[in-house]
């Protein structure tokens, strides 16, 4: 126990972690950007708001959610102390500095991970906590008739302020109610402002992903002259252009059709 103890707290232990934490997080943007595509569905905000719904409500999921905010504070945490630890055994800067092969983003990593954070709790205090803990939300009823699979679309109250969601049926008709998380993203896409800052964020999370990508699979060994090259290319065209790319849209779209 004290070896593999050991072998956490030491430089290379610290740099598996973060390669672990980092490829978990590669997953959830994936899956995070599938989901969020349902904004741009033709459907009144139905396929979005039963799916942000389902993440908040279904029991597995909401584990999963937890590990995930584990991951963002460990990979945090061990990025710093990385970093600190760094300084501290080079505490002098060269008196003369060469070329080196090393890219931008790699020696910048450290600038562009406290951006994504601080972008991370905006994002978080903007949507999850306004949709979980308070009434900012409104809600809409969907009535979908499952014969013509014609659906109308109405804003719900409830009567109860303890309630969060429910699908019932009457006849031909199915009928669900949930908070109307859609409304709230158009509403917070209408601010320049916000609409900024989250593509700055998605350009910072672009060159992030441009070498931590690639370093993970580094960091654990995984290096084959033969695989290299695609990791390069997922990390390349996948993590750093096609998702920060769809992420952007987002806010740019929504703002675009406030005008």
């Known amino acids: 126990m004290s070896q593999i103890k050991q072998t956490f707290n030491s430089s290379l232990g610290k740099k598996l972690i973060m390669a672990l934490t980092g490829l978990f997080l590669c997953t959830f943007l994936i899956v ?6 349902q904004l741009f569905s033709d459907n009144d905000g139905y396929a979005f708001n039963v799916y942000a719904n389902f993440l908040t409500h279904f029991p597995p999921i909401e584990v999963i959610a937890y590990v995930l905010y584990a991951c963002i504070v460990i990979h945090a945490l061990y990025a710093l102390v990385l970093t600190v630890r760094n300084r501290k055994a080079r505490p002098v800067k060269y008196a003369a500095t060469t070329k080196s092969p090393t890219s ?21 205090g903007d949507f999850w906590y306004k949709y ?19 659906r109308t679309v109405t804003d719900f109250q409830p009567q109860d302020p303890a ?3 429910s699908a019932t049926t009457e006849g031909n008709y199915e009928i669900v109610r949930v908070k109307d998380l859609r409304a709230k993203v158009a509403e917070t896409f209408h601010n320049p402002i916000l609409v900024l ?31 290299t090259p695609i990791v390069e290319f997922i990390g390349t065209w996948l993590f750093a252009v096609i998702i920060p790319l769809g992420f952007a849209l987002m806010p740019i779209v929504y703002f675009l059709m406030n005008k």
């Open 163 to 165: 309630f969060e969601h």
């Open 104 to 124: 931008w983003s790699s020696q910048n990593m450290g600038l562009l991970g406290s951006i994504l954070l601080l972008f991370i709790v905006v994002h978080m």
């Open 197 to 227: 800052v989250y593509v700055i964020a998605m350009v910072s999370l672009a060159f992030h992903l441009l070498h931590g990508f690639q370093s993970a699979f580094r960091s654990l060994g995984w290096v084959h002259r033969k695989y």
């Open 32 to 37: 995070h950007l599938a989901g969020n595509l």
């Open 132 to 150: 979980k803990y308070t009434h900012n939300v409104g809600y809409k009823e969907y009535r979908t008739d499952v014969l013509s699979n014609q």
